[in-house]
């Protein structure tokens, strides 16, 4: 069961896609980062104060499957699930469709974890921040 689910949507511009107008494998990792950022902002967690307060949530762990190709001009749905919390790290799961017939397009997950950005060592979430992850 997802602790918190967002969706947002692109329109594939040209720079998304590679010389036939199809979208560049790597541009997904991309879109499931927006999903990320769009979750957090979604639930008041702002990355420049983390940032300010000394902490990041680098990525550790990705994974995407292809199924069917986006292509210039495409809208794309990307939904953003939390799918588990754990004492230092978030997996994010997410979804890419095509708005206009539902074609699921890829799916995947990032890992990533709350780093101490001085130290540069893997933290304990903050309570302020777990709270928000888990009313999500």
């Known amino acids: 069961m997802p602790l918190f689910m967002h969706k947002i949507e692109h329109r594939v511009i040209y720079a ?12 997904y990792f991309r879109w499931f980062e927006s999903g990320r950022r769009e979750i957090f902002r979604s639930l008041k967690i702002d990355y420049n104060a983390l940032d300010k307060r000394g902490i990041i949530t680098p990525v550790v ?12 001009d495409d809208i794309v749905v990307v939904e953003s699930r939390i799918s588990e919390l754990k004492e230092k790290s978030v997996k994010f799961e997410q979804k890419i469709y095509r708005k206009k017939d539902k074609k699921l397009l890829a799916s995947g997950y990032t890992i990533n974890v709350f ?20 009313i999500g």
């Open 61 to 72: 762990e990705a994974h995407c499957n292809y199924f069917h190709p986006a292509r210039y």
């Open 115 to 134: 780093v101490d950005k001085k130290r540069m060592k893997s933290m304990k979430i903050p309570n302020d921040i777990r709270k928000r992850l888990k």
């Open 16 to 27: 998304d896609t590679d010389a036939g107008q199809v979208v560049y494998y790597a541009n």
